[in-house]
């Protein structure tokens, strides 16, 4: 059965740092794109960054610089390394293969100014 978890969201202030985790199961990530989108309330959902199978990462203009996506083939896991955190950033994070076959349920990431 294929799953994806995600975790690692919570309440932090502005200028922290978090890492979100996507630990998958019944599939092998490294033999998918997989990204991580997000949603904040009353918004659509957004691109935020995307690993590809050779491991290149692609991100969303609004975390540029700030986020960093990678990957554990090992622990079969991807990650989201966020820094320097705005009260913009607040959102349901999703992680999900590149072609959006598979999504997990999402972590709540709030920032505080």
């Known amino acids: 059965q294929v799953q994806l978890v995600e975790s690692g969201g919570g309440l932090v202030q502005a200028g922290d740092s978090l890492r979100l985790s996507c630990a998958a199961s019944g599939f092998t990530v490294s033999s998918y794109g997989m990204k991580w989108d997000r949603q904040a309330p009353g918004k659509e959902r957004e691109f935020v960054a995307l690993i590809n199978i050779g491991g290149k990462p692609f991100y969303g203009g609004s975390v540029q610089g700030r986020f960093t996506i990678s990957r554990d083939n090992a622990k079969n896991t991807v990650y989201l390394q966020m820094t320097s955190l705005k009260p913009e950033d607040t959102a349901v994070y999703y992680c999900?293969?590149?072609?959006?076959?598979?999504w997990g349920q999402g972590t709540q990431v709030t920032v505080s100014s």
């Open positions: 999900a293969t590149s072609g959006e076959r598979y």
